[in-house]
Nanobody, 125 residues
């Protein structure tokens, strides 16, 4: 059973920054992607950012492009999400998930196999 451990959530003012991290309990699988899915109150979950483990290619949802950066420490099977210039609409529970990722558009039909417990991110205006 794979476990994902997240850290780094919290409260920040608009324009501020937070850094999330996610570590797997075992070695990350090359055919997988590590993804941050967020869910805001009253809204559906959305894939905010993801990293395909085999080649390190990344995906960003349009609203976070230019503000969020996803990166990894491959040796530690850890992914980081640096969130800058944060906005109140970034307020959500952020879940770290992993799942199979094939092809260049893997994020379009990504299905999570494992989930972290979620971390609350709140951006005040």
């Amino acid at each position: 059973q794979v476990q994902l451990v997240e850290s780094g959530g919290g409260l920040v003012q608009a324009g501020g920054s937070l850094r999330l991290s996610c570590t797997t309990s075992g070695r990350m699988i090359d055919s997988y992607a590590m993804v941050w899915i967020r869910q805001a109150p009253g809204k559906e979950r959305e894939l905010a950012a993801g990293l395909k483990w085999r080649d390190g290619s990344v995906y960003y949802e349009d609203s976070v492009k230019g503000r969020f950066t996803i990166s990894r420490d491959r040796a530690k099977s850890t992914v980081f999400l640096q969130m800058n210039n944060m906005k109140p609409e970034d307020t959500a529970i952020y879940y770290c998930t992993i799942g199979p990722a094939y092809g260049s558009h893997w994020y379009e039909d990504f299905i999570s196999d494992y989930w972290g417990q979620g971390t609350q991110v709140t951006v005040s205006s």
